[in-house]
């Protein structure tokens, strides 16, 4: 209000500022040469102030005075018992409305500021070609009256914008008047939260065992009956919402129906085990799934609808889970449901009261007995195997709310109300949220199992050919989303996620100082994700490149794997500058830590940059790719991998010899497969010389072309290269495309030719 105040008051000394400040020039008329492109411009500033209506505006609360009724109501809470649990879902609620309405304020201030501009903008220009018509008496008649048609319009436009002006006013003021109760409201369960807190050591009531818990108390009752009010009158002002929900449920029905024929024609079933209660269950899956999707369609709703949610939204999830789980663990998922309907209905019960204190009680007492008689009756032991971590997990899990339980019905006993209280109902709602996630992670992996199996996702190559790897990586990251969602709550329900978050931004913000290196764990740790993050995405990336768009090209030999090289370089320059930027490192030090690097190339890594550049070489010119039969000197092997610094070539033998990439640019290398993939095999003979050079050539040739490895096209060649005193030498040249088998190529032809001779009588 002060600074719309201030404006109000600029606007009016604004005249007189102008009067006394000769820097501020008064709207002088239009010269008679630029009147007409001056015109040009007045059209486009209206086109300007049009904009600015049509902008749109922040939406007003429906009433001013719904803050204040919600606020009463939870007011009303805060009156009598209240746990810490619902006193920070409360205090949740209320600071995302104070959200709200600090952004709604925002939005209208801005919109404020642009209304002021377009009007000031509007009376200059009316001012300007009013003095313009006033002096102009040589202008044309249809000047003049292009100059009188922009006035109108002006003066329609300045009419409308102070007419939105005095509306965004109004919504400012309605605005201001929802903020108040909101922050009172927000202090208030604030102040209470801090109350609860301290308090939870304090003995609030007597001890059962004693006759003053046993006197009669007065009741509060008006809680419940406020609340219920509250709850009607949200329910009539968002009609539709129910139909929506109701909407997608039906929805998700048919498609549930609808996806059963697509299943049976399934080949593999066995890739289908464990979604056949979500198909053969669609009213439940449904439910469940509409339900849990309530946070989107009731924004913002009293405290009395969660419950009522949070007991439907148990049922589909156990009659989901009965199909699910093994039949020793059925029944105990049962007692869940009568357990979550029993809290519901202590509720309803006169807080503080004896009679509340008892039904509590003993809630408490009967959960921990179901809990230690499922621990005793082996069911654990017989579903979850206690050497494997999951087993140990569960029964740790079962152990520590047992306990949990029994420390919060002796404290509930002894009249410390608020720490029983935040224990019991802290495991009960964690027991209840854990039964809810592990249905909806159940349904979640369900439905990433069938989109695998039917189109579009299981037209998909990389689906068809690594279906089991993708499902097993999908269900790894929904389990661990799934675990880490029921910790949080967890932590929330016993009112920890104060104190978590406050020692985590503590450890976060703990500086690490090596010499005048100084690092936050915060930092380092967004500096190892950052680059765990790239190297996912770039392995991610490169799979969907092998899998799915090379199968679908006609790439030349090499080209793939140098693309994939390429990306994958890429992306980690991507990742090691983001990384970078995470770790907090100064520009400038980055920058001498740049020169240094320099320096250390110009003397000492001169080998390895060179060996990276012929790497790049290597991919980018192809001189060899994998899979080449490459001589390097004495040695030939297969390239089995062209990486950053060397490659990897695999000889016959079984070894592995690592090539730095700068040899194999800058030496001699043969090549046997850079154009084709045709070896030819040379076998050297030596017969006397009194052999018919007529009958030895046609037996050479026969033993070539005799072995089912060696090629007819080219043909094989025999040739007499010289005739010595007592020996002629031949020479047998053959091809064939088994490049890894030309030794065993050259033994057959050689053996085979060496038995043809001495039938043949030339040995």
């Known amino acids: 209000m002060l600074k719309r105040f201030l404006l109000c008051l600029g606007l009016l000394c604004t005249p007189l500022l102008a009067a006394e400040n000769p820097a501020t020039p008064a709207p002088t008329p239009v010269p008679l040469a630029e009147v007409a492109p001056q015109l040009e411009q007045a059209q486009e500033a209206l086109r300007r102030l049009e904009a600015t209506l049509q902008a749109p505006a922040s939406e007003a609360t429906p009433e001013a005075e719904a803050p204040a009724r919600l606020a009463a109501a939870d007011k009303l809470a805060l009156e009598g018992p209240i746990s810490l649990e619902e006193l920070s879902a409360l205090e949740a609620t209320w600071e995302k409305r104070a959200r709200q309405a600090a952004a709604n304020r925002a939005a209208l201030d801005q919109r404020l500021d642009a209304l002021e501009a377009a009007l000031a903008e509007a009376a200059l220009l009316s001012d300007r070609w009013k003095q313009t018509l006033q002096a102009g008496a040589e202008l044309p008649p249809e000047v003049r009256k292009a100059v009188e048609a922009l006035l109108a319009e002006l003066g329609k436009r300045r009419e409308v914008l102070q007419l939105e002006r005095r509306r965004t006013l109004s919504l400012q003021n309605r605005a201001t008047k929802e903020a108040t109760p909101v922050q009172e409201m927000v202090a208030a369960l604030k ?67 609808w996806l059963r024929p697509w299943l049976a024609r399934v080949s593999d079933q066995r890739a289908l085990e464990g979604t056949e209660p979500l198909v053969e269950m669609p009213a439940s899956t449904a439910l469940l799934i509409a339900l849990a999707a309530s946070h989107w369609f009731y924004p913002d709703p009293p405290r009395l609808f969660w419950v009522g949610w949070s007991v439907l939204l148990l049922i589909p999830a156990v009659l989901l889970l009965r199909r699910l789980v093994p039949p020793q663990i059925a029944p105990w998922l049962q007692a869940l449901v009568v357990f979550q309907l029993l809290d519901q209905v202590r509720r309803f019960l006169p807080a503080g009261t004896l009679a509340g204190r008892l039904f509590f009680l003993g809630e408490l007492l009967l959960a921990a007995g179901c809990i230690a008689g499922l621990l005793r009756s082996g069911g654990l032991r017989e579903v979850l195997d206690p050497a494997r971590p999951l087993g140990r997990v569960v029964r740790a899990f079962f152990l520590a709310a047992l306990g949990g339980l029994l420390v919060a019905a002796g404290a509930y006993a002894g009249g410390y109300i608020g720490l029983g209280t935040l224990l019991g ?339």
């Open 191 to 257: 102040a209470s939260r801090d109350q609860a807190v301290g308090r939870l050591l304090v003995k609030d009531r007597p001890a059962l065992w004693s006759p003053a818990a046993w006197s009669p108390q007065p009741e509060a009752g008006t809680v419940v009956a406020d609340q219920w009010a509250a709850l009607r009158a949200y329910l009539a002002q968002h009609p539709g919402r129910a139909a929506l929900q109701a909407a997608l449920f039906l929805s998700l029905v048919l498609a549930l129906r």
């Open 425 to 763: 109902e802290g495991v009960l709602a964690s027991a209840y949220l854990g039964a809810i996630c592990y249905a909806l992670l159940a349904v979640a992996e369900g439905a990433v199992m069938i989109a695998l199996q039917v189109p579009p996702l299981g037209r998909l190559a990389m689906v068809r050919h690594h279906r089991t790897l993708l499902w097993q990586r999908v269900r790894r990251g929904l389990r661990w989303v799934a675990l880490f969602l029921w910790a949080s709550a967890t932590v929330s329900f016993l009112s920890l996620h104060g104190f978590v978050a406050e020692k985590g931004a503590a450890l976060l913000a703990t500086r690490l100082s090596l010499g005048s290196l100084s690092l936050s764990v915060g930092n380092l740790l967004a500096c190892g994700l950052t680059i765990w993050a790239t190297f996912l995405l770039s392995r991610f990336v490169r799979f969907v490149l092998e899998e799915e768009v090379y199968g679908r090209l006609r790439l030349p030999r090499g080209i793939p794997f140098a693309i994939s090289r390429v990306v994958h370089y890429l992306l980690l320059v991507a990742g090691f500058t983001l990384a970078l930027g995470a770790l907090g490192v100064d520009a400038t030090k980055f920058t001498i830590l740049a020169g240094a690097v320099g320096v250390g190339i110009g003397f000492g890594l001169q080998n390895i940059v060179n060996n990276f550049v012929s790497g790049l070489i290597l991919l980018f010119e192809r001189p060899l790719k994998v899979g080449d039969v490459l001589q390097v000197d004495n040695l030939e092997g297969t390239v089995t991998h062209i990486g950053i610094r060397a490659s990897i070539l695999r000889m016959e033998s079984g070894s592995e010899v690592i090539l730095p990439n700068g040899k194999l640019i800058s030496d001699k290398v043969t090549n046997w497969t850079l154009s084709n993939s045709l070896r030819g095999v040379e076998i050297p003979v030596s017969v006397p010389r009194a052999a018919d050079a007529r009958v030895v050539i046609p037996l050479l040739l026969a033993a070539a072309e005799g072995h089912p490895k060696a090629l007819k096209n080219p043909k094989p060649e025999a040739l007499l290269l010289t005739i010595g005193p007592a020996n002629c030498d031949y020479q047998l040249r053959l091809w064939t495309l088994h490049q890894n088998e030309w030794h065993q190529i050259r033994s057959e032809v050689t053996l085979a030719l060496h038995a043809a001779l001495r039938e043949a009588g030339v040995l």
